[in-house]
Nanobody, 130 residues
Framework: QVQLEESGGGLVQSGGSLTLSCATSGGGFTLMRMAWFRQAPGKEREFVAAINWRGSTTNYTDSVKGRFTISRDSAKKSIYLHMNSLKPEDTAVYLC???????????????????????WGQGTQVTVSS
């Protein structure tokens, strides 16, 4: 059983930066592709970024390209989301996800779907004030 725990959320002014962390436990970190999603009140869960098992391949939703960077540290069994130039529309609960069934992002695009992951954290709130 894999457990995920996010941290690093908070309140930041528009244009500011935050780094989110997701620590994993329960094993299998190097066997899993991982991702960040976000969910704002009244909206569906939205894909933000994904990373393969080695950290050699990443993908981002268009609205965060050039502003956010996903990374992973195998020694710490953690992934990170470095967020710069934050905007009020980035306000949401950010959730970490892991897929124990695949190491790779692949070409089908399922890495960007909630159904592409079988483990989820509880989320961390990010609020960007204007």
């Amino acid at each position: 059983q894999v457990q995920l725990e996010e941290s690093g959320g908070g309140l930041v002014q528009s244009g500011g930066s935050l780094t989110l962390s997701c620590a994993t436990s329960g094993g299998g970190f190097t066997l899993m592709r991982m991702a960040w999603f976000r969910q704002a009140p009244g909206k569906e869960r939205e894909f933000v970024a994904a990373i393969n098992w080695r950290g050699s391949t990443t993908n981002y939703t268009d609205s965060v390209k050039g502003r956010f960077t996903i990374s992973r540290d195998s020694a710490k069994k953690s992934i990170y989301l470095h967020m710069n130039s934050l905007k009020p529309e980035d306000t949401a609960v950010y959730l970490c996800a892991a897929d124990s069934r695949s190491r790779y992002l692949g070409t089908s695009g399922d890495y960007a779907l909630p159904g592409g992951y079988d483990y989820w954290g509880q989320g961390t709130q990010v609020t960007v004030s204007s």
